[in-house]
């Protein structure tokens, strides 16, 4: 082994290949969406143990909800398209094209956020709660006497689906900053604070983006600054491959907890 | 563009073209579909929706994975690694379904 690295220093290589024959940062990544991955495995498995095991599992999800939930999935396989459109792009060299297609994700990433967001909001409005806001159950003008009997009675509808659905907005928010970092570099930064301070005043769960907003905002401008750099085609795969596990888990996440809780009529 | 010492790269997505990407893109919208029709007309009981609906995802997700995210163009021993470690401890997880059914059909119960 020694010797190994000796000749390879020797020929001006400061380490061996890797085992998987591709670049470090990529493995990387991967490793973390095999360890992410695990996360949302859990609450995936969570969730549905529930829905199978409890005959009584709140099916609120009408038709309205299910349509949203389709163009929400429309959104981000569209931005998965875009992503890799951007790939193709970055290893051509062709700078502009990659920005353009970096920014078409953000924007179909953004517009799932805000569907979502929108979603969360309808719910909690009227009467679809997590278990710790048990004072907040009572009938008021505008609840809908089923999500609120769900709230009370499946207590676990709610913790799941609300943990579940979150931890995803969560990661395709911060999939957003990461492809604005990579697209924009500094000049994302001043959007970005302006986006949080519009967040601070917006209603219901759209005022929750401000903190991870601002703290997107502070890692950004940690990484901007301190390691400032021109991302290589190898920075936009791997943003990729980032971008398309958050696509991917949704391809989960849709059947399992809307189509899997519908209430059609007809 | 230029890359750290020592990193041997593949350049496996560059062999990939704009029309494959696309007939890709049009078979998860596809399958997606597919999906949102099995639901709105209710075509099975629970427990049997959650087996198809698990399967077409898990088709949705290799074509994800293969294609998208370029693992089918990577070194065997790197889709080897990652597949069977994720695939593993996620089939440990679905274990404890069995618990799940247990609970309204006593007889699967050993």
């Known amino acids: ?31 973390f969406i095999l360890s ?96 710790i806001f048990q004072t907040l159950f009572d009938l008021k003008p505008g609840t809908n006497p089923e999500y609120v009997a769900a ?27 990461y492809l604005g970092v990579v697209a924009l570099r500094k000049i994302w930064l001043p959007i970005l604070g302006l986006l949080a301070i519009a967040c601070w005043w917006a209603p219901g769960p759209f005022h929750y983006g401000f903190y991870v907003l601002l703290i997107g905002l502070v890692i950004a401008s940690i990484v901007l600054f301190l390691k400032p750099m021109d991302y290589s ?16 888990v949704w391809m989960f996440i849709f059947p399992l907890v809307y189509l899997m809780s519908t209430k059609i009529t007809h | 563009m230029t890359h750290a010492a020592g990193d041997v790269v593949t350049a496996g997505h560059i062999h990939q073209s704009k029309a494959q990407f696309y007939w890709v893109w049009g078979a998860l919208l596809g399958l997606t579909l597919v999906e949102i029709m099995l639901a709105y007309n209710q075509v099975f009981p629970p427990l049997r929706m959650l087996i198809v609906l698990l399967i077409l995802s898990i088709i949705k ?35 404890f379904f069995f618990d799940a059914w247990r609970i309204h059909t006593p007889w699967f119960y050993w």
Request: aromatic share 14%; charged share 15%; proline share 3%.
């Open chain 1, 1 to 31: 082994m020694a010797d190994a690295v000796l000749i390879h220093q020797a020929h001006g290589e400061a380490y061996e290949p890797s085992w998987f024959r591709t670049y470090s940062k990529k493995i990387g990544m991967w490793l």
């Open chain 1, 36 to 131: 992410d991955s695990l996360t949302f495995g859990a609450l995936l498995f969570a969730y549905s143990y529930g829905r199978i095991s409890n005959p009584a599992w709140p099916t609120p999800f009408h038709i309205e909800s299910i349509r949203n939930a389709s163009i929400m999935t429309g959104f981000l396989l569209t931005s998965s398209l875009t992503m890799v459109m951007a790939v193709l792009a970055a290893s051509r060299g062709d700078r502009a094209w990659t920005r353009n297609w970096l920014l078409a994700t953000m924007g179909f990433g953004a517009g799932f956020v805000l569907l979502h967001a929108a979603e969360w909001n309808k719910l909690i409005d009227e009467g679809l709660r997590l278990p």
């Open chain 1, 151 to 177: 709230s009370r009675n499946v207590p676990q509808f709610g913790g799941t689906f609300f943990t579940l659905t979150g931890m995803h907005m969560l990661h395709v928010t911060i999939g957003i900053v």
């Open chain 1, 233 to 248: 085609d190898h920075d936009i795969e791997v943003t990729g491959l980032y971008w398309h596990f958050v696509d991917l």
């Open chain 2, 61 to 95: 997700s290799a074509l994800i994975i293969g294609y998208f995210m370029h693992l089918k163009f990577e070194a065997k021993r790197m889709k080897w690694f990652l597949m069977v470690a994720v695939c593993f401890c996620l089939v440990m997880m679905c274990i």
